[in-house]
């Protein structure tokens, strides 16, 4: 579907979007603007949504507008709209699949030309313009043929002028009612579809066809304002009414009808605030869910092919960790921490390691070939990986598994960057026949596009994730701290689907480095204190130990805890320091002071003034005597000076 979705844009210009092949409703929300003729954009869309049918946006988007023809009812109001104008001048056009035949005439409209879009304008036709949507050829009808185009190559000829005419509501036509409504507008029709379902099968013997006839005229009022898709109400209803025992032929002619009668009096739905609310509530979800199981309810689509009982489930095997206890296969890792702490050395360790199958800070590895993408330029790595060869030396009987080193960068967001990751490594291991075990990439923020506090890095978390699964091996991702240190940058879409997740830091005021899992969904969670070590050309980082991540937060707070007590009896040793040298110069300069006026000459901390000269007096430095009305006077001791 991917190459005709892209012909159609490429040939014609016309502006796409994927809809789903039961439903033709769109894949991705307001289509009216998000459709277009990007190629890029369209093959990510249909990369996703592989077997999606082509939603063409008609009118002014596309410049095309459509007359839909459909079935024996169409094509005789056609052939008397061609005797009465003229016949319609040879188009692109195409057969929809429909079992009782139908066909969309394709027109080219000139810019600046706005083409309404009519449901029901004659009997069996509507006009597509504007906000409607055309199934491009190609595409699967739910009869199971496809949409054919009669000749491809067939040039789009410009729109007759009777046929724009008729897209003008003539005088005296039924004007739209207008509604408000507090979802999204699709939402509330699904919602109106599945109320009117519903209520339909929930009726009694001798009124059930009312029932049909009532439902398809409330639908039918959607239908006439182009916010329901005439052909999907007709065949929900007609289902749901074969179900409860109306015949074919009966119910049938009951939803025509019905719709015909709800179409003259057009319902307008329109969002309240002019916008769509950013979340729908509990009733609308559940109204969807209803409307889309009773729509498929005997399709099979459900989960029972998928269940494991209690058996199967204690036969899983246990995860399969590269690097024990600290970065599992099949899911991703993340190795975050402030600027210039020592991220990539950690990861520049870890993968040496995991290439040797030799121990990484003291946690057993499972040999295997590494992929190591660095967006801050190859030349950094060299050093540091000399300095960890020269530290860690090869023992006679050690091999290195492969190693492939990349600078450029690729985007992790995008399916194809995905894509090229995994060509890479399967060639790679086809190449040296040899499994990749780690793929590392490092920084993160160099290898997505896309805001980091919202979609960038929901998309750029499923890259990791699906990498992780369809190569079987285990990413680790460098990362850095958001603005304020408290964690990792960016939305917590990372955090949610990592595997583990780990902080390299250096409390305040200490040279050793603390690596410590802040998450890990497989074991307790582990700390390692390191320490920089030069080496060679560049640095390494050494284990200094290991504790689980609860004792090592413990005993850091502790530590913490210890290191302000000492700071604060340092600020005070030097606080009372420099008061006992101020209470000593202010007695030297005024012998016989008072300790009020002593207080006011020198300044500062009361309290710390009081208790310097009191330990002078004490230490007989300072000669204390009462004075006038109970003042106590003071002289410096001689030879009393510290």
């Known amino acids: 579907m991917l190459l005709q979705a892209i012909a159609l844009a490429g040939e014609h210009g016309w502006c796409l979007f994927p809809v789903k092949r039961e439903s033709k409703r769109p ?24 077997g999606a049918n082509i939603g063409i946006a008609t009118g002014s988007k596309s410049h095309v507008v459509v007359l839909d023809v459909d079935g024996a009812e169409g094509r005789a109001s056609l052939a008397r709209l061609v005797e009465e104008h003229a016949p319609l001048p040879a188009t692109y056009r195409v057969s929809t699949g429909r079992e009782d035949g139908g066909e969309h005439f394709y027109f080219r409209i000139p810019d600046g030309v706005n083409v309404p879009t009519r449901v029901g304008r004659w009997q069996g036709i509507d006009i597509k313009g504007d906000r409607g949507q055309a199934v491009g050829a190609g595409s699967v009808h739910r009869s199971g043929s496809r949409y054919a185009a009669a000749d491809p190559k067939a040039p789009v000829a410009p729109a007759p002028d009777w046929l724009l005419a008729a897209t003008e509501r003539p005088q005296g036509g039924p004007a739209p009612t207008t509604r408000s409504v507090g979802v999204p507008v699709a939402d509330y029709v699904a919602r109106a579809i599945a109320g009117e379902l519903e209520a339909l099968t929930g009726s009694g013997r001798g009124e059930r066809n009312d029932q049909l006839n009532r439902s398809a005229c409330a639908l039918g009022h959607y239908v006439g304002s182009g916010q329901a898709d005439e052909e999907e109400v007709f065949d929900a209803l007609l289902t749901a009414a074969l179900k409860i025992g109306l015949s074919e032929a009966e119910a049938g002619a009951t939803i025509r009808s019905g719709l015909k009668a709800g179409k003259v009096e057009p319902m307008r739905l329109v969002v309240l605030g002019g916008k769509e609310p950013a979340d729908e509530n509990v009733d609308d979800v559940l109204a969807l869910v209803r409307a889309e199981f009773l729509a498929h309810r005997e399709d099979g689509l459900d989960h029972l092919a998928d269940l494991v009982d209690d058996d199967a489930l204690a036969a899983l095997p246990p995860v399969e960790w590269v690097v024990d206890r600290w970065v599992p296969r099949g899911t991703y890792s993340v190795l975050y921490g402030p600027p210039g702490v020592g991220k990539t050395l950690a990861l520049i360790g870890m993968s040496r390691a995991v290439r040797r199958g030799s121990r990484w800070q003291d946690w057993k590895t499972q040999q295997g070939g590494v992929l190591f993408y660095h967006g801050e330029g190859l030349q950094q790595l060299r050093d540091r990986v000399r300095a960890w060869d020269e530290r860690y030396p090869l023992r006679g009987d050690q091999r290195m598994a492969s190693g492939k080193y990349r600078q450029a960068i690729f985007d992790l967001t995008r399916e194809e960057g995905v894509a090229a990751v995994i060509r890479t ?59 304020d240190g408290s964690r990792e940058r960016g939305a917590m879409f990372l955090r949610m689907r990592a595997g583990t997740v780990m902080r390299l830091d250096r409390p305040e005021n200490v040279e050793e480095l603390g690596l410590v899992q802040e998450k890990n969904r ?36 502790a530590a913490g805890s210890r290191r302000k007590a000492v700071a604060k009896e340092r600020r005070q040793a030097e606080a009372a320091s420099v008061a006992r040298q101020r209470a000593i110069d202010v007695v030297r300069a005024h012998p016989g002071i008072s300790k009020t006026q002593a207080f006011a000459a020198a300044g500062g901390n009361r309290s710390e003034f009081h208790a310097a000269i009191d330990g002078l007096v004490r230490e007989g430095r300072i000669r204390r005597e009462p004075g006038p009305r109970q003042a106590q006077l003071h002289w410096l001791v001689e030879g009393g000076q510290p």
């Open 425 to 483: 490594v399967r060639a790679l291991e086809a190449e040296t026949d040899e499994r990749f075990s780690m793929i590392v990439i490092d920084p993160l923020v160099e290898f997505m596009t896309g805001e980091e506090n919202g979609e960038g890095m929901q998309r750029a978390s499923r890259g990791l994730r699906a990498l992780a699964r369809l190569l079987d091996c285990a990413v680790v991702v460098g990362h850095h701290t958001n603005a």
């Open 522 to 557: 497989f074991d307790e969670k582990q700390a390692i204190g390191l320490r920089m070590a030069h080496s060679g050309p560049g640095v390494v980082l050494e284990w200094t130990g290991l504790s689980l991540a609860e004792d090592y937060a413990a005993d850091q707070k």
């Open 27 to 50: 894949h991705i929300s307001k289509w009216p603007v998000r459709a277009t003729d990007d190629g890029d954009v369209i093959a990510r869309w249909w990369t996703r949504w592989r």
